[in-house]
């Protein structure tokens, strides 16, 4: 299938609002129409003062056909840009709207291996960088070719020979231009990607100034933040300077039609074969094609750029999803069933092998092993955030690549070690675990989770707004108002992925209980490197380079399972350490 063009595609993003566009270019090509009358106005001016006419109401008549032309061309200018602005605004709403609708759908893997940076440059810069083409490249550029169109037309009609003259420079001008342009889509590409490692590094600088402070790596990491700006600013200085050359000549040889026009014209009219009204029509109407033409010259970059934002957008919405269907399914009980699951972040790279495991609903199922063991791979698989690559996942019978993405997560509570609030009150983020909840049961699961005494500390109490990431909270509070969140969704699925990491010894045991009672009756994974926090567990799976190598209870495990012992020891030894 032929792949659209560029601006093909950028026009088909905008479905809904190319009927705003389609007026804009009409408004700019009538507005370049009467814009056209003001040059043969001045040409009958000259042509009159030159036969000697004298009558007044003639030159009074062919002013006033100027400034009505003027007039309209400016109104319908004025117009034009108004349309175009207002289809443009509404497109790039509608194309940041696609691709966030686009991002839940995709596997979270995709999402994690793509930095914030890169994303706020394609969801944010780069969809603003489409304003220029949509709201002035169209109406504008169209206008300003379709307008020397017309004179060329019209002077080919009067002496083909003087048209031709009009048109020596242009090429030659557009010859330099279109050398620039050669490279130029291969060279904003490398632009993006170097603006894109210097949001990057901006992005971890500023988030990890406190652990750069704590360290002192205000040197390393200060300097590793300059390199990326200034490898953004020395590719943007070399592009432009490799630039300048030629299209400073394409800007200075394109306008100069007169060298041609008034000297080979003088002879052709001296000679007899090109009468004078000819002649001083040519002179006029051809300053009417530099002009226009060097004006869209101005958007031969933005076009240049289209086929590189497009294409970034493109990636996203073009992006692979997790395609589980609408049909809600029917669960036969909330038992958890892996089969020969094997899955891989990439395709070059499997994290999990033949792993079989049956989860009863119901208990309590703890994730153990080293670290980067596949632990929290397999939670999350069930949890639905990836697909698994073979194999496969039922829950309640039904196979999670049958059961529709809302229909799962509404199955499943998940609370990882890296929480993210937003920058809402404390009270709305707990409520996101459901939205439609009182303040009362915000309040209630609050103190079933531990969290409302230091809550009604604070000055503004529930009502205190977090910060972005909740970064006027310490660890332990997010990791609480986490778990808050997590209950207050009331899921038959609870997933606790390190959801103790933060939490000081002192309220350990208030959070477990709190989490014990909150849990029960429900189906609880949870992946901890505390062995003493899942001793009571029902069964603990314990995970080895991507497999399973054991599965039983705590006692089971310290008297068959080698590696467990060697964690339990290596734990307990941590804990002695500790308390020492």
């Known amino acids: 299938m032929k792949q659209k063009s560029p601006m093909l595609r950028l026009w088909a993003l905008g479905e809904g609002q190319q009927g705003g566009l389609k007026r804009a270019v009409l408004s700019a090509v009538v507005g370049v129409l009467f814009g056209m009358l003001p040059y043969f106005a001045a040409a009958q001016i000259i042509l009159g003062l030159l036969s000697g006419n004298q009558e007044s109401s003639f030159y009074l008549t062919w002013c006033a056909v100027a400034l009505v032309g003027f007039l309209l061309r400016a109104t319908l200018y004025s117009l034009a ?135 002192n790596q ?88 289209v086929g590189t934002i497009v294409g970034s957008v493109d990636a996203i919405l073009n992006g692979a999803e997790q395609d589980h269907g609408e049909t809600p399914a029917e669960f036969q009980g909330r038992d958890i069933q892996l089969s020969h699951v094997s899955f891989g972040y990439h395709a070059d790279k499997e994290v999990l092998h033949d792993v079989s495991l049956t989860i009863p609903a119901g208990i309590m199922t703890a994730f153990v092993g080293p670290s980067g063991s596949g632990k929290s791979t397999i939670a999350k698989l069930i949890a639905g955030f990836w697909d698994v690559t073979s194999g496969s996942i039922t829950l309640g019978g039904q196979d999670l690549k049958r059961v529709p993405l809302k229909q799962l997560y509404d199955q499943v509570a998940f609370v990882s070690q890296d929480n993210y609030l937003f920058d809402e009150s404390i009270r709305e983020n707990i409520r996101m675990g459901r939205p439609a909840a009182t303040d009362a049961e915000v309040e209630a699961v609050s103190k079933a989770a531990g969290c409302d005494a230091f809550i009604r500390g604070l000055e503004q109490g529930y009502d205190t707004v977090v910060g972005g990431g909740g970064a006027h909270l310490s660890g332990g509070e997010r990791q609480r108002i986490a778990i808050a969140r997590a209950m207050l969704k009331d899921a038959p699925i609870v997933v606790l992925d390190e959801a103790t990491a933060y939490i000081d010894p002192e309220n350990e045991a208030v959070v477990q209980q709190a989490v014990g009672r909150l849990v029960a009756g429900k189906t609880v994974l949870v992946i901890a490197h505390r062995l003493s926090t899942i001793t009571g567990a029902d069964q603990i799976v314990v995970v080895n380079g991507g497999r399973i190598q054991d599965v039983g209870t705590h006692g089971e495990l310290l008297k068959n399972c080698p590696l467990y012992q060697e964690m339990w020891r290596a734990h307990m030894g941590a804990k002695e350490g500790e308390q020492a």
């Open 81 to 215: 840009l108004s349309q175009s602005h207002k289809a443009t605004f509404a497109i790039l709403k509608s194309i940041r709207e696609k691709v966030l609708e686009k991002l839940p759908k995709m596997p979270l893997g995709t999402i994690l291996d793509t930095s914030s940076g890169q994303m706020k440059q394609v969801i944010v810069d780069q969809v603003e960088s489409m304003e220029r083409p949509l709201a002035h490249l169209l109406p504008e550029m169209t206008a300003n070719v379709l307008g020397p169109v017309c004179i060329l037309i019209y002077l080919f009609v009067l002496d083909w020979r003087m048209a031709l003259l009009s048109l020596v420079s242009i090429p030659v001008g557009m010859a330099f231009m279109m050398a620039v342009m050669a490279g130029y889509g291969k060279q904003y590409e490398g632009s993006v990607k170097t603006t894109q490692a210097m949001n990057s590094a901006i992005v971890e600088y500023i988030g990890g100034i406190e652990v750069i402070k704590a360290f």
């Open 218 to 305: 205000g040197k390393q990491s200060y300097a590793r933040f300059s390199d990326s700006v200034k490898a953004n600013a020395s590719y943007f200085y070399h592009w432009m300077k490799s630039c300048q050359m030629p299209v400073s000549l394409a800007r200075a040889i394109s306008p100069t039609t007169m060298i041609t026009i008034l000297p080979v014209g003088w002879l052709l009219y001296t000679g007899g074969s090109l009468p004078i009204e000819t002649f001083i029509t040519t002179i006029v109407l051809s300053l009417g094609i530099a002009g226009p033409l060097l004006a869209a010259m101005d958007f031969v970059d933005s076009l240049a750029k």
